[in-house]
């Protein structure tokens, strides 16, 4: 049988109860501040953190085609596909690069390689309408693609990488890049001085050539002079970018796109000796280049 508590033990229960209930209250007040602060603080974070670089833009280049022969169609389907991965690529590699490089990094470390491989991807679609068909020209120019908006990703957080700089950040590397110098170009990029960059060496394909149709001399002679110009572009442009960049700046914005020409020039080397004879086959393993100390 139970028994009734004597009246200043209730008294005392009720008391206690609200104690408890004026602790537990002020817990809650408490963390509720501090839960809109943190709340505040992240966001603010996240507003800056995730701010658009923009997006790359690119012509389109199936509108440009002309009828394609029916022997060809899967091929330039191929290669049209390709250019959109590649425009997909860059636009992922435009969002997880944000901040980093100096005032020409986009254009160097992302457009740049870009269009080298949209010229070699065109080309391809160009040669295999060619075959069956007239042959597109003119197509190489729909290979350059701009950064639309923003501009963020051209300039990082700092002042001093403006995009308005534009082409005279080009012309007169900003402070960033004079300061990368050795600390963020790694000793690949800018060795101690301009004079110890090194040169950039690349595999020799006129003696990998089987014999070469009368016919197909004159092209093939173009093609190899014109992979000897690219040799020579890429090391004055080497020599003209000490210390811009990070650590692999020379491999994204000067090696990259040098295999890319190469690739293309090789791919027409290899077809007009094909059009009168035996094809040679592999020839695309001799594109990669490397930078020699």
Known sequence: MSRALPKYNKRRVVVIGAAAALALSGAVVVNSALAGESSKSSGSTNAKTLASPGTISCPDVASQLPAIPASAQAEV??????????????????????????????????????????????????????????????????????????????????????????????????????????????AAETGDDAAGVGTISCPDVASQLPAIPATAQAEVDRNLALLQTQIDEANTRLQNTVGQGGANFVQNAILGPLADKRVSTIDRIAISIGRKGTKPQGLDALAACTLNK
């Open 77 to 186: 389907d191929r290669n049209l596909a390709l250019l959109q991965t590649q425009i997909a690529e860059a636009n992922k590699r435009l969002v997880d690069t944000v901040g980093q490089g100096g005032a020409n990094f986009v254009q160097n470390a992302i457009l740049g390689p870009l269009e080298g491989k949209r010229v070699s991807t065109i080309d391809r679609i160009a040669i295999s309408i060619g075959r069956q068909g007239t042959k597109p020209q003119g197509l190489d120019a729909l290979a350059p693609c701009a950064l639309d908006a923003g501009g963020v990703a051209d300039t990082g957080e700092n002042a001093g990488d403006d995009a308005a700089a534009g082409d005279e950040a080009e012309a007169t590397p900003g402070a960033e890049e004079t300061a990368a110098e050795g600390a963020d170009g790694g």
